[in-house]
């Protein structure tokens, strides 16, 4: 399209630099369905390829709205948004509306510079595992679980059994691993813009405007105006969407006609406690 636009007459183009927009919403996880959206790379690797396709464009700016999630597919969004900047040689934008948190933040860290409302939520550099224990639920629903196992190991921190100390003192050990590594990619990516304040890396979160002085983000502003400012008042935002599909995705709540009355109680009480997982992600930053 970019060669066809220089090949017509200077009086039928569109005026103004183009500037490529993604926009990364909803809490990080693998999965995901057509009806219950997931943040992941899968779901977001179009987007970014297609966005830094655009040879005219001097950056990709990239919305981000999240409360974090798993930091496995937070850093493969990172390290995919980091690999097509360097190949593509193009500068990337983070621009934070409501909340960049735990692995929200650790996305934006692709960015060469980050943005963000005064009032938006950055931060929360830590590691933070949750979920529900259920074997008394089952007990009164009447339904018995049966797990089968080689490995005496194999069913560490099962929701439906009782919790064990031991299995939440190892869990403790890999978060701590985990930890270590997001805070070597923020002393990486963020440098000596990070100011002197040893809270940084305990888990706590800022509002955009303490970002600033902490150094966890470069300045305040809304895309629109900020690239505006920066490429001209004829600057256009094209956002740009994803593939989608009707066909080849589970139905959520559906389960085959063979399945158990255990498997059948198991799935939907999995899907509530995703559920509530998810709304306590949201609602521990206010939203």
């Known amino acids: 399209m970019g060669f066809l636009t220089r090949l017509m007459p200077k009086r039928f183009r569109k005026k103004g630099t183009v500037i490529p927009v993604v926009r990364l919403h909803g809490t990080i996880m693998a999965g995901g369905s057509q009806f219950k959206p997931a943040l992941n790379i899968a779901g977001v690797a179009p987007m970014l390829e297609k966005a830094f396709a655009k040879k005219d464009s001097p950056v990709v700016a990239i919305s981000i709205n999240s409360p974090g999630g798993s930091p496995v597919q937070s850093r493969l969004i990172f390290q995919r948004i980091r690999a097509l900047a360097e190949e593509k040689d193009k500068k990337v934008l983070i621009f934070v509306e409501d909340v960049a948190a735990s692995g929200g933040y650790m996305i934006a860290l692709a960015g060469d510079e980050i943005f963000a409302d005064p009032t938006s939520i950055v ?32 069913v560490i921190l099962d929701p439906f059994q009782p919790e064990k100390e031991g299995d939440v003192e190892y869990l403790k050990t890999l978060q701590l691993e985990i930890h270590k590594v997001f805070i070597e990619m923020v002393k990486m990516r963020r440098g000596e813009r990070l100011a002197d304040e040893a809270t940084i890396f305990s888990g706590l979160f800022w509002t955009g405007m303490r970002g600033v002085d902490l150094g966890l983000i470069d300045g305040l502003g809304e895309m629109r105006d900020v690239l505006k400012r920066r490429f001209g008042k004829d600057t256009r935002l094209e956002l740009i969407g994803g593939s989608r599909s009707l066909f080849g995705r589970r139905i959520p709540g559906v389960l085959s006609s063979s399945a158990s009355l255990g498997e059948m109680a198991a799935g939907a009480v999995g899907g509530l406690a995703e559920g509530l997982e998810e709304k306590a992600l949201w609602s521990r930053y206010g939203l």
């Open 123 to 154: 931060g929360s550099i830590g590691v933070v595992s949750g979920g529900f224990g259920f074997p008394e639920l089952l007990r009164k629903m009447g339904v018995e679980r049966r797990v089968y196992t080689a490995g005496e190991n194999k």
